[in-house]
């Protein structure tokens, strides 16, 4: 038995509206309406818009039906904060601090940091907004060794940018190694990050270096219904195999 694609009818009729008719915040037609138009069963409509929904594309409302969700924004890996990176876009940033201490590094930071187990760091929770909308929950460790002022003053007061204050420390950031994976956000994540139906968020485990000294190390999660991962590519180099040598 051929497969039934009815519902791709339906999705390329909403993916249509959204594009072109449709504005941020619109309600599309109901599952009623859509079921008349295309002759289908509600099933069907409604594996149509949870592929919508799945892709960042609608948002869903409990009570209130199924809205046309805001573009996501494209997230380059570069070597920038939050909200530098914010700004690159358009958008205004802004960060609230929400736990600053200092601790003993876990094991897995103090190899991270290349620290001995139990050195201490600089422990920061912050979450940033773009735009008045939650968009990423960032943790971060810092060596106290090398930033031992990092938390002195009121939380008010501290800084935007912790690569700002690498730098202002002589320790300019020039490379850094990416961990990138996706998963489900937990209950506090979900929470902070206003995620509705779509909990998926993107995960990026970084650590940050200014030559061979490890600055920072951090685990982020941006929400996957507003963030896509862009990675540009170029072309391997030749393989470089060596002569064999003759007897």
């Known amino acids: 038995m051929a497969p039934d694609y009815k519902h791709v009818r339906v999705r390329d009729y909403l993916r249509g509206l959204v594009a072109h008719e449709l504005a941020v915040g619109d309600t599309i ?4 309406e859509l079921c008349e138009r295309f002759g289908v ?8 818009i949870d592929a919508l929904v ?8 409990q ?3 199924t809205f046309v969700a805001p573009p996501r924004t494209d997230m380059e890996l570069r070597l920038v904060g939050f909200g ?5 876009r358009g958008m205004t940033p802004h960060t609230d601090l929400l736990d600053a201490e200092t601790v003993e590094a876990p094991w897995d930071v103090a190899e991270s940091l290349e620290l001995e187990a139990g050195a201490a760091v600089h422990h920061v929770q912050r979450l940033g907004w773009a735009d008045g909308r939650p968009m990423a929950l960032e ?3 810092v060596s106290a060794a090398i930033f031992p002022d990092l938390l002195d003053g009121a939380p008010d007061a501290f800084p935007e940018s912790l690569y700002a204050t690498f730098r ?8 850094g190694e990416d961990t990138v994976s996706a998963s489900d956000a937990s209950e506090h994540e979900a929470e902070l990050l206003r995620l509705g ?5 993107l995960r990026i485990a970084r650590r940050t270096f200014a030559g061979q000294v490890a600055c920072a190390f951090s685990r982020s999660c941006y929400r996957a219904d507003r963030y896509t991962l862009w990675v540009p590519l170029t072309a391997p180099n030749p393989v470089v195999t060596p002569a064999r040598r003759h007897r």
Request: proline letters at 5%.
């Open 41 to 48: 069963s509600r099933m069907t409509v409604r594996q149509a």
């Open 139 to 141: 943790e971060a460790w």
């Open 63 to 65: 009570g209130r039906g």
């Open 168 to 175: 202002d420390h002589g320790h300019d950031p020039d490379w």
């Open 29 to 32: 037609p109901s599952e009623r």
């Open 84 to 88: 530098d990176d914010m700004r690159r």
């Open 197 to 201: 139906s779509a909990r998926t968020v």
């Open 54 to 61: 799945n892709e960042g594309l609608l948002h869903r409302e």
